[in-house]
C-alpha cells in the first residue's frame, strides 16, 4: 500500500486530520464535534501514516505507548470530576473559568481526556491487530 | 518433675506495635468500665455520621446495657489475648502480624456490638468474617489451616450474604435502618411480613454462631494459634451472632417462629456438640466442642421471652466466656510446655504448672457449675429460667441438664486427668513464658471473684444488658444461695450425670467411634462433596459457555438479541405501530437506500473478503447520510468515523489470513447464519417500527431549555455527554478503554502461545 502518492500526500493529510481533529474537540460545546470523534479522528490520522510508511513509524510518530494515551485520557476525565470536590461540589460538576474570555471549564478539561482515551484505545487496538498479523 | 528447662518464646512486647495494640484494646476497657454507670442508669452513649444519606444509611453507634457487656468482654479478655500473644509468638515477626490482626479483629468485634445501624453492623460482620479467615490460616504452610480458613470463610460468608438480604428487607419493611427503633418503627407491622427477613438474619447468626448443622467449620477453626482459638473461638467472634439474637429480640421475639426455631437449633446444637465433645481425644478440640454447645445452650434461651431465662442467656455469656478463654489459654500453656494436648498421654502436671493447675481449676470449676464459681450461679440461673419457659420447659430443661452433665465431664478430664496422677516420664517440660501462664489464672480469679461477689456484676453489667434484651427494665438479682429448690436439685442431679460419663467416658469414646465408623459420615464429608460438585458444576458450565469459538459466541450474542427484540415487540400490547402512517420517502432519501440495499447484497453475494467489506461500508456510509438527513450531524460524523477505522482495520487484516474461499462455510452453516442474519433483522424491524412515531419531546425539551443557561453550550448532545451525564460518559470511556487493553492482552496472548508451539 506504500506507494509515493500516499506517501506524500499522507504528510498533508495527517497533520490537517490532526488538526481537524482539535478542532472538532474545540468547537464540540457548541458545534457537531467533541472529544469522542476528535479522539476518532486523531487516531485516524496515525492509522494513515501507518499506511503510508508502516505501523514502526507511526508508533514512533506518536511517541508514548498507545495504553499508556489511553489510561492518561481516563486519568485526566477523572481529574476533570474531582475537581469540583474540594468546593463540596459533586463527583463531575461543571466548573467554569471565564476571565480568560475563552469557555474555558472542567467540561473541556474532561472533553479533553475523552479525547485522548478514545484515541488511544483505538491504536491501542490498531498497533495489536497489526503486531497479531 | 522438670525434666529439661528451656525457656521458649521471645516475648515480642517491647514491639512497638504490639504496645500500640495492648495500647489500644487497655484504653477501650478502661473506657468501657467509665462508662458502666451512665449505662446502669439507662444514659446510653451514641455517635452518629451520615453515610449514605440517600438510603437513611448512618455509621451509627449506641452502648446499650448489652453492648457495654460485650465491648467489656472483648476489650477485657482482648488485653489478656494480646499479651499472651506477644508472649506466646515464637518470633517478633511473627507476632506482630499475630497481635495486629487480633487487633483489627478486636475494632471490628468491637464496632460490630456497638453498631446502631444495620448496614453499620453488617460491615463490621463481614470484617470479623475476613480477620477470622486471616487468623484461622495464620500458620499458612499448613494445608489443614488453609482449609479450615477457607471453610470458616465459606459457611460464614455465605450466612453473612443471607443476612444482608435480611437486614435489607427489615430496614425497607421498618423504612429505618436504626436498630434501637426498629420495635417502635415495627409495632403493628403484621408479623408474617417479617418471617423472610427473619429466616434470613437468622442464616447469618446461626452460621457465625456454629449451630446445627453449620457447626462444623468451629472445631476445624481450632487449626489457628491458641490466642486466635481463644480469643476468636470462644469469648467473642462466635458469639457474634448471639449478640445478634440478643440484639434483635426486642425486634422479632414476638415473631411465631422465634420461639420454635431457636429453641429447637439451640437444644440441638447443644446436643449435638455435647457428643462430639466426648469422642475428642485433643483437649483443644473437646474445648471446641464445648464451645459449640455452649453456643447451643444461649441460641435456646434466647429463644424465650421469660425474663429469667435471658437473664440466664446473658450470665451465661459473661461465664462462658470468662472460663471458656482461662481453659483455651491454659491449653495452650500445657501444649507449649509438653508438645501435645492428647488427654489420653497428659497426666500429673500439677507439679510442673502449679500455677496453670489452679487457673484451670477455677476455669474448670466455673465450667462444671460449682459454687462458689460464676458458673454455679450461671447454672442456677439457667434452670430457674429453662423452668420459666412457658411452651417446652421439658425439653429445654432436660436439653440444659443434660449439655450441663456434658460440661461436669468435660470440666473433670481438662482439670482431673490433666493435673492429677502419676506423670509420664517421657512428658517434655518447657517452661512456658510467664505472661502467657499468667493470663489465664487472672481469668479463672475472676470467675472465682464474680462467683463469690456476684453484686459486682449483676447490677452494673448484667441487669442493664438484659434490660436491652428484653426492650424494658427487669430487676436481676444475682445470688449464690437461692435456698433449697428445684434448680438447686437439677444441679445435683447435673454432677452425678457429669461424674457417671466421665467415669464411663473412655467406653462412650469408644462406642461413639464405633458409631461414626458405621455411618461412614460426617459433616465434613458432605461439605466436602457439596464443595467439590460446586467446583465441578461451574467448571462445567464455564466449558459450556465459554467454549472459545468466536462464530458461536457471536451467534449466541445475535441471536439473545433478535429473540429479546421480538419478544419485546410481541408481547408489549400498548405497541403502536408505525406501519400505518410511515411516512412518505422523501426523493434524497432514495439515494441512501440505494446505498443501504446494494451495499447490503455486496456484503452477502460476494465472493472475496474485500467485496464484502466494501458492502459493509457502503451500509455504513447509507447510515450516516440517513442520520445526517435527519439532523443528528453529531452521530453521523462519529458513525462515519468508525466505519472509516473499521473498514481501516479489517482491510489491513484481510491480506495477512487465508483467502475466503479456503475456509468457506458448508451449506447447511451459511443457511443457518442467513437464518440468524433474518432473525436479527426482523428484531431490528420490529422495534423500529415500534418506536417510530411518538417521540417524547419532553427530555429533548428539558435539554434545549438548559443546555445554554446551565452548561453554556449549544451543542446538546455534546453537553449531554460531558455534562449532564457526564458520569455515564466516564463510565463507557472506562469500558472503551479496558475493552482496547483486553484486546491488547487478547491478541499478544495469542502470540505468545502460538510462539511457544
Known sequence: MSTLILRTASRMLTAL???????????????????????????????????????????????VDARLLALIGLAIAAVAGLLAGPLGLPFLTGLWWKEAGLPLGTPLLFDIGVYLAVMGSVLTIAFAVEREV | MTVGVEQIGRPTLRDPWVLG??????ATFVFALGQIPAVAAGAYPSLSWSWVAGLGVEFAFRLDGLALLFVLLIAGIGVLVLAYAGAYASAVAKGRRLCLLLAAFMVAMLGLVAADDLITLFVFWEATTVISYLLIGFDHEQAKARRSA????????????????????????AETFRISELPAALAGTDMGSLTLPLCLILAGCFTKSAQVPFHLWLPNAMAAPTPVSAYLHSATMVKAGIYLLARLHPTFGAHEIWFPVLTTVGAATALWASIQALRQSDLKLMLAHTTVMALGT????????????????VTFILVHALYKATLFLAVGVIDTH?????????????????????????????????????????????????????????????????????????????????????RPGSLPARVPPRLMVAAPLALGVLGLLFGLLPS?????LVQPAVTSVLGEPATIKLALWHGINVPLMLSIVTVALGVAIYWGLDRITAGLDSIGATLGWNG?????????????????????????????????????VGASLIAGAVMDDAAVWALVEIEPIEPWEIGSLILLVVGAGLAVVGRRRLTALSGLAAIGVGTTLVFLMHGAVDVAVTQFMVEALIVILVAAVIPKIPPFEAVRSTRPVRLLRAGVAAFVGLGVTLALLRLAPPVDRKITAFYEATSVPEAFGRNIVNVILVDFR???TFGEVAVVVIAALAAFALLRGRRNSRGLS
Open chain 2, 298 to 313: 444461649l441460641t435456646m434461651f434466647l429463644g424465650s421471652s421469660a425474663p429469667v431465662a435471658i437473664a440466664a442467656a
Open chain 2, 338 to 422: 509438653t508438645g501435645t494436648r492428647d488427654r489420653g498421654v497428659l497426666a500429673g502436671l500439677r507439679a510442673s504448672l502449679p500455677v496453670t493447675a489452679v487457673a484451670v481449676f477455677a476455669g474448670a470449676f466455673s465450667m462444671a457449675g460449682f459454687p462458689p464459681f460464676l458458673g454455679f450461679i450461671g447454672k442456677e440461673l439457667k434452670y430457674e429460667g429453662a423452668l420459666a419457659i412457658a411452651q417446652e420447659p421439658g425439653l429445654v430443661v432436660a436439653a440444659a441438664v443434660l449439655a450441663n452433665a456434658m460440661m461436669v465431664a468435660v470440666a473433670m478430664v481438662v482439670s482431673l486427668r490433666t493435673f492429677l496422677g502419676e
Open chain 2, 150 to 173: 477457607l471453610q470458616g470463610l465459606l459457611i460464614t460468608g455465605a450466612g453473612g450474604l443471607a443476612m444482608l438480604a435480611g437486614f435489607v428487607l427489615l430496614g425497607i419493611t
Open chain 1, 17 to 63: 486530520l490532526l488538526l481537524v481533529s482539535v478542532y472538532l474537540l474545540w468547537r464540540g460545546h457548541n458545534e457537531p464535534g467533541g472529544g469522542f470523534v476528535g479522539g476518532l479522528t486523531a487516531a485516524a490520522a496515525f492509522i494513515l501514516v501507518a499506511m503510508a510508511e508502516g505501523w514502526r513509524v507511526a508508533r514512533r510518530a506518536l511517541g
Open chain 2, 456 to 460: 459486682i456484676v449483676g447490677n452494673p
Open chain 2, 524 to 560: 465434613d464429608r458432605i461439605y466436602d462433596v457439596v464443595l467439590a460438585a460446586t467446583l465441578s458444576g461451574a467448571g462445567r458450565v464455564t466449558a459450556l459457555l465459554q467454549h472459545g469459538r468466536l462464530p458461536l459466541y457471536v451467534a449466541v450474542t445475535f441471536v439473545v
Open chain 2, 21 to 26: 495494640a495492648l495500647g489500644i484494646a487497655l
Open chain 2, 726 to 728: 457526564a458520569l455515564d
